[in-house]
Structure formats: C-alpha cells, structure tokens
T-cell receptor, first 116, second 114 residues
C-alpha cells in the first residue's frame, strides 16, 4: 500500500504565477482534503473533495481552487501567487464513511512551495 | 469557531524522562481528537485517535487521554528516546460533521537529547 503521495516535493515560483499541486489518496480512500502549513504554524484547512465535488471550504480566497478525478486523485491550484502563499501544502485522505475504524486521516509528505 | 492550543510550545529533555504534552480546545462538541507527529519538513504521521466517547488510547510508550467536558487532552510519552524528537500536533474533528475537517494546534516541538 503506497499511502498518500504528493507531487512535486518542492516548487519555486514567483509572485503572480500559477501553480498546480497533485495528490493521490491512500488505496481505498475516496475523500481528499488539502491543508496549508506556514512555518511554525499548525495546518489550516483549505477544502475537501468527495465524489469530484468540493464539500467543505476553509477561510481561503477564490485564488485557491481544486479538482478531484474519478480515480479519487486531486489537484490544488493557486492563482496569482503571493509571498504569503509560501508554505507546506499537505494532502490528507480518508474513507467518506465514518466509524468502524475509518476515522483516521492519513497525510502525504507535502509539497513545499516557495514564492519569490 | 474551534480553537486548539498546545502547551508547551517547545520542550527539551534528557533521554529517559516521562513527558506530558497538553492540548486544549474551545468547543467541547468534537467528534474525535487525533495526535500527530511531524518530523522537520515532512508530512504528518498519526499516532493516536480518541473518539469522543472514549477516555484514553494507548500505543506502545504513548498514552493519550481525553476530557471532552473540560476541552483537554494529554499525550503522555514514557521513557523518552532521541528518536522521539519531532513536533507533536493535536487536532480535533467537529461533531456532527461527516466531513472530517481537522482543527490543529501549533504543536509542541520536542527535543530529547542523549
């Protein structure tokens, strides 16, 4: 079982550019969430996808958008990058159905985004 | 809005000590609480998950307790080792939601020296 995978590992962009980050969930998981973790902070929830729809969104501007594919993999897109978007972006997956030992969220290794 | 606080922010101890990390949350209506470990620049590894109906969970040298009414959880690490050095994050999931959104604290950065 490969677990949650993310690509790329690191990315350097300049202000105003656009970026796409990718995530493949753990086998058997159909729900994907994205989190932003600034240096020295806890992760902040961006949004969650299930059945190819955005189900819940945190306090992030519309510059942050996403997509989920039929194979449950997901993308996070950020437009018009700002210096403050520099962070570790984490993807987490879990089964949609709660209970029966399925509540644990599994995180990927993250993508480190640096905006210059 | 749910807010999670972790104390202390940093902890440095010699090998072999027993440790207590604290987590508090403002809204006691949670579905579950999860403790994670994060190594520098890496993703999160789940250590323990406590359902809202449970009081504690144990895994090896780790024991986590939950007092939902007072909005507190404690992670106890027995006989600490240098390999335990990492940041420990506490996260709660809202009650009544099937969507599994997590609210995180800022973490406790632990250093265990030989």
């Amino acid at each position: 079982d490969a677990g949650v995978t993310q690509s790329p590992t690191h990315l350097i962009k300049t202000r105003g550019q656009q970026v796409t980050l990718r995530c493949s969930p753990k086998s058997g998981h159909d729900t994907v969430s994205w989190y932003q973790q600034a240096l020295g902070q806890g992760p902040q929830f961006i949004f969650q996808y299930y059945e190819e729809e955005e189900r819940q969104r945190g306090n992030f501007p519309d510059r942050f958008s996403g997509h989920q594919y039929p194979n449950y993999s997901s993308e996070l897109n950020v437009n018009a990058l700002l210096l403050g978007d520099s962070a570790l972006y984490l993807c987490a997956s879990r089964p949609w159905e709660q209970g029966k030992g399925t509540d644990t969220q599994y995180f990927g290794p993250g993508t480190r985004l640096t905006v210059l | 809005k749910q807010e999670v606080t972790q104390i202390p922010a940093a902890l440095s101890v010699p090998e072999g000590e027993n440790l207590v990390l604290n987590c508090s949350f403002t809204d006691s209506a949670i579905y579950n609480l999860q403790w994670f470990r994060q190594d520098p620049g890496k993703g999160l590894t789940s250590l323990l998950l406590i359902q809202s109906s449970q009081r504690e969970q144990t895994s090896g040298r780790l024991n986590a307790s939950l007092d939902k009414s007072s909005g507190r959880s404690t992670l106890y690490i027995a006989a600490s080792q240098p390999g335990d050095s990492a940041t420990y994050l506490c996260a709660v999931s809202d009650r009544g939601s099937t969507l599994g959104r997590l609210y995180f604290g800022r973490g406790t950065q632990l250093t265990v020296w030989p």
